[in-house]
């Protein structure tokens, strides 16, 4: 097999990142948007000891749950990987990569629900896109895998609608006036659904843009509902997004949005779930596994700005709430204020800290819940768990692949009462999901 080769191939599964796998006479081709019992004719584009990836040229059997991806640059984009899967399959693809994950790794046959989303477009409530800004061109889009390559579009079919109009409204302000405003590298805009207030943040290597004060006045004047425009300085030459300097260009400086009954202040550095509708039924699934009761004292690590420690607070006896970052304390600390809430102890530090704090006060912990980020548990977490040894760990994983490999650990002392998931970011292959571990 060799570059450039046309071969006749069907799909008998899917990788983890959604591509169609063939085989010929065993070798293992990897075909990107081929789905699972379609025939096609591929072009080999890269071979290597062990497999080969190739692209469609001709769709020879295509599948009856195959769609018309909505979006143009779907193909191009990188990051709607299932827009050509109708929203049934889609489902069903998720499902069976937890699955198999579970069987892979621990010997496990499952059967998760999975919650899907009525309207799986639109949803995304946080949109962060670079612009390229040069003598004579301004450029906005997301990148290219795998390159820092500029793709132009004019509607995200994921991202808010207002998100989609506000960039457009950037690049046309600045090219009206012919000015380019060098030093803006990313424009970072926040939705609250239940508010629908705006917040835009414009990240720029310079502490001002040109003609600022016009375009945050027109950007005001055209879009009512942005509430809160920041410039945010960052001159770093890597790829972090937000710089340390935050300069407000609006009176207000948060948004606030509701999730599940509970008011929550919205900062550009705070974290929050990008699709509330997603996030109100993953958090009651979270609880609902839990079945948590007024005699209980919860522990929530990684808690963020405090969804669901006050979430939980309102079932049980008492939370308290752990993270890292000391900005995300303070506003947690607000959003309890905010909803009347008195129940939730608040700590800065690591897990394997706060453990240690809650062991020396001989404080009995009855369930703890943990929502890492894609990485997930570090060392220190899951050490803190099995020295803590609560009754049930709720695990709350954006990223199957890790959580297989937490629960393996984790496995010495828990087992898997029930698993449940939910998704979270249609048109993608990522799926969030909830565990219930209890005490063996």
């Not at 890269?46 to 990836?53: C, G």
């Not at 450029?139 to 457009?168: A, K, V, W």
């Not at 600045?174 to 970072?188: H, M, N, S």
């Not at 705006?198 to 509430?227: D, G, R, Y």
């Amino acid at each position: 097999m060799n570059r450039n080769d046309l071969l006749t191939l069907t799909a008998i599964d899917y990788t983890e990142n959604a591509l169609g796998v063939a085989k010929v006479d065993g070798f293992v081709v990897f075909v990107n948007g081929l789905m699972v019992g379609e025939s096609a004719i591929v072009r080999i584009e890269k071979v290597t000891a062990h497999h080969a990836f190739g692209s469609v040229t001709e769709l020879i059997t295509p599948s009856p749950e195959r769609v018309i991806p909505r979006c143009p640059i779907a193909d191009q984009c990188g990051g709607c990987q299932l827009q050509h899967m109708n929203a049934t399959h889609q489902l069903a693809f998720k499902k069976a990569h937890v699955q198999s994950l579970f069987k892979r790794h621990l010997d496990l046959d499952i059967d998760p629900i999975i919650h899907g989303m009525e309207d799986p477009w639109f949803y995304r409530n946080k949109s962060q896109v670079p612009f390229e800004v040069t003598k004579r061109s301004l450029t906005y889009g997301f990148y290219r895998p795998r390159s820092h390559d500029i793709l132009p579009f004019e509607t995200c079919f994921i991202q808010s609608d207002e998100s989609n109009r506000i960039l457009r409204f950037i690049a046309d302000f600045y090219e009206r006036k012919a000015i380019q405003p060098t030093g803006l590298k990313t424009v970072l805009i926040k939705k609250a659904r239940s508010s629908r207030e705006l917040m835009v943040v414009l990240i720029s290597a310079k502490p001002k843009l040109p003609n600022q004060a016009s375009l945050v006045e027109s950007l005001l004047s055209t879009f009512p509902t942005i509430k809160s425009i920041i410039l945010n300085v960052n001159t770093r030459n890597d790829n972090v997004i937000l710089g340390d300097e935050y300069i407000p260009l609006t009176p207000q400086t948060n948004i606030t949005d509701e999730l599940n009954g509970l008011r929550f202040e919205i900062s550009a550095p705070s974290f929050y779930q990008v699709n509330p509708i997603q996030a109100e039924v993953l958090y009651e699934s979270a609880l609902h596994l839990a079945k948590l009761t007024k005699k209980d004292t919860v522990l929530d690590l990684y808690c963020g700005i405090g969804t669901i420690a006050l979430s939980a607070a309102q079932k049980v006896k008492s939370v308290i709430g752990v993270e890292i970052v000391e900005a995300a304390i303070d506003d947690a600390k607000r959003n309890a204020q905010h909803n009347g809430i008195s129940n939730v102890r608040w700590i800065v530090g690591d897990a394997g800290q706060a453990v240690q704090t809650l062991m020396e006060e001989r404080l009995p912990i009855d369930a703890v819940i943990v929502d890492p980020p894609r990485k997930g548990l570090d060392p220190l977490s899951k050490q803190a768990l099995l020295t803590l040894m609560p009754k049930k760990i709720i695990y709350v994983s954006c990223d199957p692949g890790t959580l297989v490999r937490d629960l393996k650990e984790l496995s010495e002392a828990y087992t898997i009462k029930a698993v449940e998931l939910t998704d979270m970011f249609p048109q993608t292959v990522h799926v969030e999901t909830v565990c219930l571990l209890s005490r063996i």
